[in-house]
């Protein structure tokens, strides 16, 4: 039986001796433990206890307990099993598999009779409805005992989990960690579920002048709650120590549960699902029904819930980045995804976030409160940015595959918070997705830097006699280079791939804009052979770029073939219209640039100049926002322009 080599392994444990004596009890020992019949399905099946809690189910396990005759049996035998592991793990000598298998088998039959101890935390009480009819079989003192040396064992669990964090994971064993207060937790949670589900269903003596089925089931699981919570009280508290604070970890999970259950049936199910049943709609008289709850209470209700729900959304996403953070530090790099950097954040948060949007949806009336909770994604988001940025500026090894997966994320969460309608008030929208902007620039900036510095040196030949009269190639050779660099990129999502070559395409051409800007007056002869080279520039550009897939940015290519033909014109009339339509088309060319523009065609009178300028000025479009193109010459600066038009005294 179970117990019985429980019994055995605590015993023969204690002996002590060389390490031949050591290894031949061991050997012992493995011999004369039983064979275990797949302890995990044992466990499995006793999960399925919750909802199905037999009586031949309590009876078994009465006759398991019946056969525990030493009150710290649990505690000792577990610290047994960390000896054996110790020894097992911290010598030099090569231990056979069957020995590891064997000692993995006995943890896990450990497990299982400290998990058999805490769900019969409610036989100990009497009162309980649910106790089994043979408890007087066990004694509550009995069962005190026992879940007494259970929590023990517990926490020697995880002092010993602890006692493996620092170690290589070669040498730990692979059922470390245990996470038994854990796995505590969660049981202790499905009870409180599966014991509230039962009392809601069964007969109960003082709800009979309730006025709805609803209001005697809550009657019911507020009777419940009483019973549990004295129980805890007055003997299961004993059995703990004061740190784990089981009292407030029963409360929180028998109080705040059901609460969501509460508000479902009265909010949703309740109006919805039984009144609007179709063989009930417009049968019953809803109005003289009365409120299944006063509404101060209803509203105090949904206070507790969005409480709870909001401090469960808050730990989780500041526990899923504080993991994240610490993956990058220890200098991991993100997990390939079909080739590609990934990391599932995005996925996880997103994930939390939209089941809780989706429970509140049912549970709360007025849905504007939703916003409590995508508030909390706000400021994830927030964190999520600045956590990025302090760790690019640090010299990991790993940053640029972590950048990587972390601009899928950008996109994931992007494309998440643009599709939310209705949870996400405007502007909380609009902050959103100016974070994740800002988290984006970071990104490429990170992966472009190196691009951008080559872009500067590169573009420095132009408008020189090599790159005029065609003898330096001066695009082609950045663009050879730059494609040599991108096979860098090979392990970024494509799309996101494609993104950061559209914006690198725009970078590149505000670069040639810029230089261009910066040059001094030219001749005529200049002028058009500049204007011819910029073509050839445009299209080359253009051309690579559309390989790479960036369609979405090949207008680049048009707006800088009509800054060339604004050079090669020399009649003023054909120049001012040039440069009408070049404004009219990219409304954030300011009245610098156009000067900026106009200044690279010497010799044209300031008269002529004026007149263009004012040109552009009238035949401006009224509504800007009718204009689809983007924003391009906002980004070039000028300013260095304004003084000397003031000097030439050019503007009127």
């Known amino acids: 039986m179970k117990m019985m080599w429980l019994q055995s392994v605590s015993s023969r444990s204690r002996q002590s001796g060389s390490a031949g004596d050591v290894e031949e009890n061991r050997d012992k020992e493995r011999r004369r433990l039983p064979k275990l019949k797949n302890p995990a399905k044992i466990w499995k099946n006793r999960k399925q206890q919750y909802r199905t809690d037999t009586a031949e189910d309590e009876l078994n396990f009465e006759e398991a307990l019946q056969q525990q005759q030493v009150e710290e049996q649990l505690e000792d035998v577990s610290r047994r099993l960390i000896i054996r592991e110790e020894q097992l793990f911290s010598q030099d000598s090569h231990s056979e598999e069957e020995e590891k298998d064997q000692l ?9 009779q400290m998990w058999m101890a805490v769900h019969n935390t409610f036989t100990t009480s009497s009162s309980s409805p649910s106790s089994s009819p043979s408890s007087s079989c066990t004694s509550p003192s009995e069962h005190l005992k026992v879940l007494r040396s259970a929590v023990a064992s517990i926490q020697q669990q995880e002092v010993q989990d602890r006692r493996w964090t620092d170690c290589a994971k070669d040498r730990v064993p692979v059922w470390r960690p245990q996470k038994c207060l854990s796995t505590h937790n969660t049981l202790l949670q499905k009870m409180v579920e ?30 419940r709650v009483k019973e549990d919570l004295l129980t805890v009280v007055r003997t299961v508290q004993d059995c703990y120590p004061p740190q784990m604070d089981i009292l407030n970890l029963y409360s929180v999970q028998v109080c705040l549960m059901p609460v969501a259950g509460y508000l479902f049936w009265i909010n949703h199910y309740y109006p919805h699902e039984v009144l609007k049943h179709e063989e009930l709609e417009g049968k019953i008289k809803t109005a003289c029904l009365g409120s299944l709850l006063l509404q101060d209470q209803l509203t105090r209700l949904e206070d507790q819930y969005l409480n709870h729900k909001e401090d469960k959304v808050k730990l989780w996403l500041n526990t899923a980045l504080r993991k994240e953070e610490e993956s990058w530090l220890s200098g991991h790099t993100p997990e390939l995804i079909d080739q590609y950097c990934f990391s599932p954040l995005a996925i996880d948060v997103i994930q939390v976030i939209n089941s809780s949007l989706t429970e509140l949806s049912c549970v709360v009336r007025d849905q504007r409160k939703a916003q409590r909770i995508t508030a909390h994604l706000e400021s994830f988001l927030s964190s999520y940015r600045k956590c990025v940025e302090e760790f690019v500026k640090g010299a990991h090894g790993n940053v640029r595959s972590v950048v990587k997966a972390h601009l899928v994320c950008e996109q994931q969460f992007r494309d998440y918070i643009t599709g939310q ?92 804009v810029k230089r261009m800007m910066k040059t001094r007056t030219k001749s005529r002869e200049q002028q058009v052979g500049g204007a011819q080279r910029m073509t050839e520039d445009a299209q080359k550009i253009n051309d690579f770029f559309k390989q ?42 300011s009245d610098a640039h156009v000067s900026a523009l106009l200044s690279l065609k010497g010799g044209l009178p300031a008269a002529d100049i004026r007149s263009i300028r004012r040109s552009v000025e009238e035949n401006r479009l009224l509504d800007v926002s009718t204009n689809q193109s983007p924003p391009f010459f906002s980004k070039v600066k000028v300013k260095w322009l304004n003084n000397k038009i003031n000097q030439m005294a050019l503007k009127t």
């Open 548 to 589: 790479e897939g960036c369609s979405e940015s090949l207008w680049l290519s048009e707006m800088l073939c009509s800054v060339a033909e604004v050079l090669r014109l020399q009649d003023p009339g054909s120049v001012q219209l040039e440069v009408v339509s070049l404004a009219r088309t990219f409304p954030d060319l």
């Open 104 to 112: 993995q088998r006995d943890f896990e039959v450990l497990r299982l």
């Open 194 to 223: 599966s014991r509230l589900m039962k009392a809601a269903e069964e007969d109960c003596s003082g709800t009979e002048g309730l006025s709805s089925p609803l209001k005697k089931e809550v009657c019911r699981m507020g009777k």
């Open 421 to 512: 309608t209705g949870s996400l008030s405007e502007e909380q929208r609009r902050r959103c997705l100016d974070t994740l902007s800002a988290l984006k620039d970071c990104g490429y900036r990170c992966i472009t830097c190196p691009i951008h510095t080559q872009m500067k040196a590169s573009f420095s030949p132009l408008w020189t006699p090599v790159w005029l009269d065609g003898s330096l190639p001066v695009v082609d050779l950045l663009l050879d280079s730059l494609s040599q660099q991108l096979t860098d990129l090979t392990d970024l999502k494509p799309a996101c791939r494609k993104s950061l070559l559209c914006v690198l395409h725009q970078d590149l051409v505000l670069q040639y």
